[in-house]
């Protein structure tokens, strides 16, 4: 009943700065926590940072300092500034996100991930 859809992924230099948007739609009646997670070649999923309705944030600390997550509730967006990007960061980012549905159920929403390649 919920759809995400990211964007902004790409080929950036080590140095460079992307941003990522990740736009919820369906039957929402509110989006509460957000986040973005990620998975490089080989390696497990891992939380990047999230952010609660009230703009709470929280950050893996291999990113802080260098990302941001913001979002608008309004157009229940969420997104993820990227800045001094390192190879390190090459990966599949995922949108995650606890959307209350019309009825009052909790659906726990993935999008469909986008490509992040940062060459050295």
């Known amino acids: 009943q919920v759809q995400l859809v990211e964007s902004g992924g790409g080929l950036v230099q080590a140095g460079g700065s992307l941003t990522l948007s990740c736009a919820a739609s369906?039957?929402?009646?509110?989006?509460?926590?957000m986040a973005w997670f990620r998975q490089p070649p080989g390696k497990q999923r891992e939380l990047v940072a999230s952010i609660t309705r009230g703009a709470n944030t929280n950050y893996a600390d291999s990113v802080k300092g260098r990302f941001t997550i913001s979002r608008d509730n309004v157009k229940n967006t969420v997104y993820l500034q990227m800045s001094s990007l390192k190879p390190d960061d090459t990966a599949i980012y995922y949108c995650n996100a606890k959307i209350v549905v019309t009825g009052g159920r909790t659906e726990d929403s993935w999008g469909q991930g986008t490509q992040v390649t940062v060459s050295s």
């Open positions: 369906g039957r929402i009646f509110r989006a509460n926590d």
